[in-house]
């Protein structure tokens, strides 16, 4: 290899074709051995050197033979990245920070759930790659990264986790919920109640979050007719979404079957309902097991107590079409559920004789 502008040029772009790398990391991270690699350089922004750059640049890792031009300013201290077909080398020795073991298992969406399951019972490569739906190769990969970062160990043609890949299988596990949760609450957060916020982080992924589509309006009606189906008790602040179609007719078979119910909503709801529906309203209003009250001051949202589950009602201000419903067993949020509903209870009233009669 000879010196000259010529060589930094190669070195930025694709440097150097030689036959060392970095032993497994379990080892001395400067010594290096032979096995087919291919490096580029990078700069500490991340960014791959200028290639029009004409000075001979020299990685923060030394390579034996590495030739350097006398005089000239030593420029790079960023890092060098290895690509190798080597089978026990990590993707990327860039850092050794907790975002690189969280950014490869992010880069491709077979990774955490390959580890999960290796969590759950020991598994061989053949049924990591059907569940997963990969190739062999990209799995065999995917598998020596995890060994590689002690995630994993092999127990004869299985693989089995270890106590941190099991730990670090929770962790991304509990991480995703949260996010696919974040994304459903995101377009619906303003109307909330502030409990929901206010819950501990950890505690969103035991929330089932229902929002109306575009093609499918009524997702959130369908989701609280799933839950009305299975219900002892019903006591709902605002239960529009327990008068739509098609959750309506399943109401009155509920009351029909005895189950208990109580209604709290602003007066000219009510009064929709008793027009739009007379025969039936007449029907209900009939039972001792379905009361239905009034109340002129409710927060924009529902709040419904169906036995030990909490449904949270979502309208839209102009149309009252309901947008999403939140449902949740989780302790906090039925104590504040149950308050809410007491709160308005208490001062909620029967509706007048002379409306039923107009």
Known sequence: MTDGPGLANSLAWVCLDVRYQLRSHAGPRDTWRPQHSSYELFDTAGSRVNESDDELVEPSRSIPNYPRRTGSPNRFCGTLRTSTMGPDIREDRTTDSPIDDIAYLARSEHRTPALVALTDRPRTRSELCEEAGVSSSTMRRTLNEFEARRWIRKDGHQYVATPPGEAIASVMEDAIDRVETERELRDVWHWLPDVVGELPTETWSE???????????????????????????????????????????????????????????????????????????????????????????????????????????????????AQAVIDTDVPAVRSWAQSVYERYRSDARPIEPRQLVD
């Open 207 to 321: 929330l089932t979050v229902t929002v109306a589509d575009p093609e499918l309006p009524y997702r959130p009606v369908n989701r609280f007719e799933s839950l009305l189906e299975r219900t002892t008790t019903l006591r709902f602040v605002r239960p529009e979404v327990a008068l739509m179609d098609p959750c309506l007719d399943l109401l009155s078979e509920r009351v029909d079957s005895g189950v208990d119910v109580t209604l709290i909503d602003r007066p000219n709801c009510h009064l929709y309902f008793l027009t739009t529906y007379p025969e039936r309203s007449s029907e209900l209003m009939q039972r001792t097991n379905f009361t239905v009250l009034q109340h002129d001051e409710l927060p924009p949202y529902g709040t419904g107590l169906l036995d030990d589950r909490v449904v949270i009602s979502c309208y839209e201000q102009d149309s009252g079409m």
